[in-house]
């Protein structure tokens, strides 16, 4: 019973832990993508802090700019986007467009 | 099981990303061992992120506990906003889906030289490299009249569980008109604005069902973390219910008489209904215990690996350190925990080290509606760890904006605990 359960969970999970491991030893996108799950989960969003998935690279890195830029109003959210330079802004946004594809 | 979920991952990528992570590393390569001592926020994030980082990393976790009650959101509870059980988690999910061996135990000693962790139950676990999160202790000769016997009449709750729910039984058992006296530590301490969400949080409680009763918070500081937020919302959402006395006001405070159920400061004697002591802390027993210490208390480390400063081979990772500019607080617990992790995994496999990216957020409730957040980046400099940018919310935002971040604080809580315990 308990190695029924390991394998379903296994399998249905593998994909993150797939994704995170290969992205993770190419560029450091899962690194950095580390610190967005501190607040996002990456099983969706709940309607309090939005969701960073099923976005495109263009999508994300738009985002985290305005919220540099403080075109889009978050305190966190630029405190979080100062703390990353341009390249570190395009690996974490490849990262998460890729992820769950 | 573990080993199962391991070759599977290891098949279904292709090898892929074993390949990947570094030159010499194939699937019959003996796997180096990490150790985690401490299944808080620290350590459970470590050992997770450690097994995640790379699949040669073997990762043993060592509890006590059979679960983990957050202490923080633990004062939504005291003033009868949610179930402990909420805030409670298990370490199922760590040792199932990331193959993490966890153990139900405790750790009496760490022997660097041999590089073994000591269980009480006699065992010893080799390592390659360990990561120790202890927490906190309570100094019990700071406060006279306030020893361990003395939590189980007059509560710190500063670890959740049953201390939480001693005092909620207690503020539950309190007639209208009480005082609810908080005697608030010095720095540094378990987050910073948290004795003052638990009054705030008290307070909402009795307005709801006490309304003739009063909080009195003797601190031992001159002025706390977000001082304008907090007094701001009490004259709003509590006038007249909470009094802040500072240690320049009081001299600070000297005694508790646990039978009396009264404060003694320099100046008077305070009688209560209900007396909550967050004490001084330091460093959890442990800590201590391994030489891991520095006079002031606490873990000095390095600010990129969070190696210990005194103990080559012995990373700390949570509020157990002496981290620079960092507060005490879960979500940096978190970050540390991450930047430990990617540095031990890098070294052990070869690889190069990504930079930390350290971070702290952490959502107040000043009321269950009426939330504010602070936004702090850090980076290793000078040996330390240095604030880059510090964001707080504002004493004039709109009511939606604060009831926006109290939906925020909930969502952020189910995201965390997730990322922590898997």
Redesign the interface.
Known sequence: MRKIIAVSIAASSFIILADRSQAADRDGGAQLAAMCTSCHRLDGGDGGIPTILGMSPEMLTRAMLAYRSRERPSHIMRAVALSLNDEEIATVARYLAALNK | ?KS??RR??GC??GG??LA??GPRLGASQAKAKVAVVGGGIGGATAAQ?LA????TIEVTLVEPKPNYTTCFFSNLYLAGLCSLESLTHGYE?LA??YGINVIHDSVTSVDPVAKTVGLKSGSKLPYDRVVVAPGIAFNYDALAGYDEAATQVIPHAWNAGPQTQLLRRQLESMEDGGVFVLVAPPNPFRCPPAPYERASLVAYYFKQYKPHSRILILDAKDNFNAQDLFLDAWERHYRGMIEWLPAQFTGGVKAIDVKERSVRTASDTFKAAVVNVIPPQMAGQLAQQIGLVDQSGWCPVDPITFESKLQPGIHVVGDATSAGDMPKSA?VA??QA?ACA?AIAAVLTG?ER?PP?L?N?CYTFLSPDDAV?????FKPAAGTIKI??????QVQESAETRRRAA??????Y???T??TFG
């Open positions: 099981m199962r979920t599977e991952f279904l990528t892929m990303a990947a992570l992120y995640v980082s790379a699949p999910t199932q889906r979500f978190n970050s991450k990617f690889s990504p990216h971070f957020s957040s602070n936004a702090v980046s880059v940018d510090n964001f707080v919310s939906r925020e604080a909930q969502s952020w189910a995201a965390f997730r990322d």
